[in-house]
């Protein structure tokens, strides 16, 4: 079946720098995807989404980028602090249904003071 | 405060015991979900709810059950035919697509 899937598993970045994770989907008829932050031992927080109508959207200090043509999303976060080390994952609709969410495995990111 | 609640943090059990997972929501969401999360790994969806007294399996049901008589309420059981049921378990609850995630159970089985 389709599936969301993560180019990087782990991303180590320098306090300050800006970070990207990636992540590939492959089922076209998706057309909502969200971002989500998990530390350790807890649950999944919204960071940010987009629909497939759009090509951009920023939040504070992070900004998600959609390029439908090869089926990309990545997720740009500015001055990367040590509170945003954690496991970062996409979702995508489940081909364009209202409820189901597809996970992708997810990125860790660590940032080194 | 609004959110969504699940008791307990940890929870362990003997092999061959069934054991319930509780999720509550006051957010007044429709639907309600289970996941499961082993280490290092993505989410994988046991059951979810669109509304009340009805569920649909998800991607990995074998061993589990589940409820739904209450909007607020969504307990997942564990079931002894659950061949490896150590691992996190996440409940979120939403109106469309985002999902609002309660904070875990984490249930160990020895």
């Known amino acids: 079946g389709e599936s969301v899937g993560l180019h990087l598993p782990t991303l180590s970045v320098q306090e300050g720098d800006n970070s990207i994770i990636n992540c590939a989907y492959s089922?076209?008829?998706?057309?909502?995807f969200i971002w989500y932050k998990q530390e350790s031992g807890k649950g999944p927080q919204f960071i940010i989404d987009?629909?497939?109508?759009?090509d951009k959207r920023q939040g504070q200090r992070v900004t998600v980028l959609l390029n439908k043509t090869v089926k990309h999303l990545s997720l740009q976060i500015a001055a990367t602090q040590p509170g945003d080390s954690a496991v970062y994952f996409c979702?995508?609709?489940?081909?364009?249904?209202?409820?189901?969410?597809?996970f992708g495995k997810g990125t860790l990111l660590t940032v080194n003071p | 405060d609004g959110g969504i609640t699940q008791s307990p943090k940890y929870l362990f059990r003997k092999e061959g015991q069934n054991v319930t997972l509780s999720c509550e929501q006051n957010l007044n969401h429709d639907a309600m979900y289970w996941y499961r999360q082993d280490p290092g790994q993505g989410l994988r969806l046991i059951y979810y709810?669109?509304?009340?007294?009805?569920?649909q399996k998800g991607d990995i049901a074998e061993g589990y059950s589940v409820s739904r008589e209450k909007k607020e309420s969504f307990p997942l059981t564990v079931t002894s035919a659950q061949k490896n049921p150590t691992a996190f378990y996440l409940c979120?609850?939403?109106?469309?697509?985002?999902?609002?995630f309660g904070p875990g159970t984490r249930l160990t089985v020895t």
């Open positions: 987009i629909r497939s109508n759009m």
């Open positions: 089922n076209s008829a998706s057309d909502y």
């Open positions: 979702a995508e609709n489940s081909g364009g249904s209202n409820y189901k969410l597809t």
């Open positions: 709810s669109q509304i009340v007294n009805d569920f």
């Open positions: 979120a609850s939403s109106n469309y697509y985002e999902q609002y």
